[in-house]
Structure formats: C-alpha cells, structure tokens
C-alpha cells in the first residue's frame, strides 16, 4: 500500500496526467481487495476438501510468488501498456491468496487451540496482517532513509518486494511442521 501512491504511479502507468495515474494506482490496489472474497470461496471449500494445511502451503505461495514477481515487473516505460495490466493481474492473484489465507488461518489456529482459548488463537492470527503491514512500512522507511530517492525509485523498492521470498520461506518451514487438523 505505501509503494502504491510513491512508486506504482510513477511507473507503471504513462505519466500524461500524475493525478490520474494516482487514480489508477490506487485502483490496481483495489485489484486485491476485489479478490479477496473469490479466494475465500474457493480456497474455503478446498480446505474442507484437501485439508487446510494443504490449502495454507498453496495460499502462502500464490501470495510469495505474487508479491516477488512484482519486484520484477518491467515498469511503463520498457512494457507499455502491458506494466499495469501485469501489475493488477499480480495484484489479484494476491488478493485471492489473502482471502483464502485469511480464512483458513484463523479456521486452523482455532480448531488447534484448547477449548476456551479458542477465541483468543483465532483472534491471534488476525494480528498477523497489521504486524506485517507495519514491518513491511518499517522496511520501507528504512530503505527509504538509507538511499537516495532515485535509487528507492530505481531499485530499493523491488529488493522490498523480492524479500518477500524470506518470509514464504520461513512460512513454509512453519506450515511443513504443523499436523492437518
């Protein structure tokens, strides 16, 4: 969300009029929003049919890989028009992972947790995306205060992006160790 505004609209789209290419930015933003629910649907039902473990291991990829692959993306200026149609195909494919990520971690940390604490591990999981929008913001402002703003603009904010590989990493080695409910 924070690149949207300083970055997507300045490269991905053709710079004839800045305030309509915010516009568009923020729309292609909205990309992964609109297909949150399409991933809850379809990744819900999955769940209860394959096992949610399963189910979470395909979410946390679809959004890794999504999510590194726009750090990747050629910008307006080599791709033309096709930067932002990529850009919101990527961010949909996003959105469809988080929405059905979203689901099935609050389903799995609840039917894991002991009865009367079920609340509470349900809930914890819901913290997970204002504590990873606000280390992906520190990330950002540190990035951001330890290089020019060209180089940010050139290439700071895809190594952000590419990152994300890490952390699917890290999920996977967590997800590998947890048994289906």
């Not at 033309?80 to 959105?95: C, D, E, H, S």
């Not at 990152?163 to 590998?176: D, E, K, M, P, Y």
Request: proline share 4%; glycine share 14%; net charge positive.
């Amino acid at each position: 969300g924070a690149v949207t505004g300083t970055v997507f609209s300045k490269l991905f789209f053709d710079g004839s009029d800045p305030g309509m290419d915010m516009i568009k930015a923020f729309l292609t933003y909205g990309a992964g929003y609109v297909a949150r629910p399409i991933g809850g649907i379809v990744f819900g039902r999955l769940g209860d049919v394959i096992g949610r473990k399963r189910v979470l291991v395909w979410t946390l990829l679809l959004i890794g890989v999504a999510t590194f692959a726009i750090g990747l993306l050629p910008t307006y200026e080599t791709a033309g028009i096709w930067a932002p149609i990529m850009l919101v195909v990527l961010r949909f494919a996003q959105g469809v992972g988080v929405g059905g990520e979203w689901g099935g971690a609050v389903l799995l940390s609840s039917e894991f947790a002991r009865p009367g604490t079920r609340g509470l591990w349900a809930s914890a999981a819901q913290t997970g995306v204002p504590l990873g929008s606000f280390l992906a913001n520190l990330l950002l402002v540190v990035m951001t205060l330890s290089m020019t703003p060209e180089a940010f603009l050139s290439w700071g904010w895809r190594a952000a992006f590419m990152l994300s590989l890490a952390l699917v990493g890290f999920g996977l080695w967590i997800r590998n160790q947890l048994e289906e409910t």
